[in-house]
């Protein structure tokens, strides 16, 4: 007891005494703070960006050095200066946690010659300690100034634009920030920067989580430059709004009305109040289907699989396992997963699909399917049914999944199948029915398969995931609505219902535009693909064009050999596929007016 009154004695007297200097302090700090994001920015731009000479390391070690200790005694005299202390340390973990990182890795560089550091450095393959310390100060800086950049990020929030518009303008800023990373010369393994359109044509498809590529992911890029690439389709595949809107809720402002309407456009949710709800969910979902998947893939790669050192399998590892759970299909293999001690390796593969589909589900049906709250009700009350757009989702994936590969099977058997045993066979058909729907990898030669097996495939491209995934396409409910609304015109029903319930017309009527966009998108794209890269067969341009909508990223192989206006035409195709052929139109549409009043009922011919 006398303890807390001379705790609160002191506190009071502190308080006190720097209350007339609080406000000069703090307004400093703010700008002190500025300098040191700025200075840590540049001097990790230059190291990450850039190939360095050990001299030149070593002033960016002592750069980073002098900006940790101003960082660390700014945060101190922050900590000081914070009348509710408690607080200032629960809104500020990440800068804690540096500080923290700070004063462990002085107190063992000091007193223990950084033998637990220097070991677990040795295990993940860097050289030396120094490499093992740049590397992560440089992501948990990075981790930092991106903090930084989203709290600036919630003016979303009172930006007088479309939701629409808004999400667009997400992924736009998304694709440049990535397109300028990627020509830095540290991103590649040749001198020079990359090309502007090649990087601009990976960004593209990283950040729209397509997959086709100009140039070999796997010897094109360094690892910094494969470690870009990851984090755009990781960002990509979530979303940029997911992201800001996530960390936002961990701020003072929260997540504004216009952040909410974007995240229930986004989510597919059915509020405002419930798309808020399922974004910490489906951020914790994602963390654990990711680790789970990483950690499955980790254990399951062959023996003819050499990776260089233990940080090489890591990262191949969380490379691919985040790959697949975004759809991104990017692989660090040269020929995908049908490489050379790869394409044998079935529970690889199953695994990889498996992921993937859970991705392609929905994050609002994984949430139904998954979520400990719901499991527990349901084991408590059989009764209880998933919710129609989960059904929907499941139902139809799993319709598509197993037709096409029983499809798949039997056009390619005596093809592409004819060297495999039936359950090898059958493994490989499943993969490729499940990568079709918007994945992108591959276990075998796609330029190899049979005109019809094409067919199917882009069929499947272009119906896609399902609505609220990261994958594209016109999504399965689209397609389900689509086929209810032909069978209910059969039967000259006039009215829409599904498992006991009503479907209103305007339902129908953007399953109808989504399709009617994404059909005239392909077939201009195809059109103009047909003009400008005439040397190509139409199958090819057509799976081509397909893919990039769909957001798909198989390719016959023509992708790198396409003329800079067809790279121009799938760069278009990836990105409005991506954002949604709706979300573009209603982002192009002008205000709408209302009319109260109608007009009298026509009658057509039509058929």
Not at 54 to 69: K, R, T, Y
Not at 94 to 113: G, K, R
Request: proline residues 1%; hydrophobic residues 50%.
């Amino acid at each position: 007891m006398k303890f807390s009154k001379l705790k609160n004695a002191v506190t009071e007297w502190l308080n006190n005494a720097i209350y007339n200097s609080r406000s000069a302090v703090l307004n400093t700090l703010v700008s002190l703070k500025a300098f040191i994001w700025l200075t840590a920015a540049v001097l990790l731009f230059f190291v990450f960006g850039f190939e360095t000479e050990s001299n030149e390391l070593e002033q960016v070690f002592l750069g980073l050095d002098v900006v940790l200790i101003i960082y660390f005694f700014s945060f101190l005299i922050r900590l000081l200066y914070e009348f509710r202390r408690t607080e200032f340390l629960k809104s500020n973990k990440l800068e804690a946690f540096l500080v923290f990182i700070i004063i462990l890795n002085t107190v063992s560089n000091y007193y223990f010659d950084n033998q637990l550091i220097k070991y677990l450095a040795e295990t993940l393959g860097f050289k030396n300690y120094q490499d093992a310390y740049l590397t992560f100060i440089t992501f948990y800086f990075l981790i930092l100034i991106v903090y930084e950049f989203i709290k600036a990020s919630t003016v979303l929030s009172k930006l007088k634009t479309k939701p629409a518009r808004t999400f667009i303008y997400s992924f736009l800023l998304l694709i440049a920030f990535g397109t300028g990373i990627l020509m830095l010369p540290a991103m590649s393994v040749k001198e020079g920067s990359m090309p502007f359109m090649d990087a601009l044509f990976t960004s593209v498809s990283a950040s729209c989580v397509t997959g086709l590529i100009v140039v070999d992911t796997a010897t094109y890029f360094t690892m910094k430059g494969q470690f870009v690439i990851m984090i755009l389709f990781q960002l990509g595949g979530l979303g940029i709004i997911s992201f800001t809107s996530f960390f936002a809720t961990f701020l003072k402002s929260g997540v504004g009305i216009k952040q909410q309407l974007m995240l229930q456009d986004f989510l597919v949710s059915e509020s405002l109040f419930s798309a808020k709800g399922l974004l910490r969910k489906i951020i914790g979902i994602t963390l654990v289907i990711e680790i789970i998947s990483f950690l499955l893939i980790f254990f399951s790669w062959g023996e003819n699989v050499v990776f260089n050192s233990m940080g090489q399998k890591i990262f191949f590892s969380a490379f691919h396992a985040v790959s697949a759970f975004c759809n991104a299909g990017f692989s660090l293999f040269t020929n995908g997963l049908f490489e050379d001690g790869v394409a044998n390796g079935y529970i690889l593969h199953i695994i990889i699909a498996l992921t993937l589909i859970l991705g392609g589900l929905g994050f609002s049906s994984i949430k139904d399917l998954f979520s400990r709250k719901n499991l527990k009700d349901r084991f408590q009350n059989p009764w209880k049914d998933w919710n129609l757009s989960t059904k929907i989702a499941v139902y139809t994936s799993l319709v598509l999944l197993v037709s096409g590969t029983v499809v798949f099977y039997l056009l390619e058997r005596g093809n592409t199948l004819s060297e495999q045993n039936f359950i090898e066979s059958l493994i490989t058909s499943f993969f490729q029915s499940a990568t079709a729907r918007t994945a992108g990898f591959n276990t075998v030669d796609i330029g190899a398969l049979r005109t019809p097996t094409l067919i199917v495939i882009a069929f499947l491209m272009f119906i896609g995931a399902s609505s609220g995934s990261v994958g594209g396409g016109i999504k399965t409910s689209t397609f389900y609505l689509l086929i209810v609304s032909v069978f209910a015109t059969l039967r000259g029903r006039l009215k829409i219902e599904i498992d006991r319930k009503f479907i209103p017309k305007e339902l129908l009527f953007k399953a109808l535009s989504i399709f009617f966009f994404a059909a005239s998108l392909n077939l201009i794209g195809i059109f103009i693909l047909t003009i400008t890269d005439s040397d190509f067969t139409l199958m090819q341009l057509i799976f081509e064009e397909v893919s990039a909508f769909g957001t798909v990223g198989l390719s016959t192989g023509i992708t790198a050999d396409l003329s800079f206006a067809g790279r121009t035409v799938i760069i278009l195709s990836m990105f409005i596929g991506r954002v949604g052929t709706l979300t573009f139109a209603l982002a192009l549409s002008s205000r709408k007016s209302s009319k109260s009043y109608k007009y009298p009922k026509a009658h057509l011919m039509v058929g």
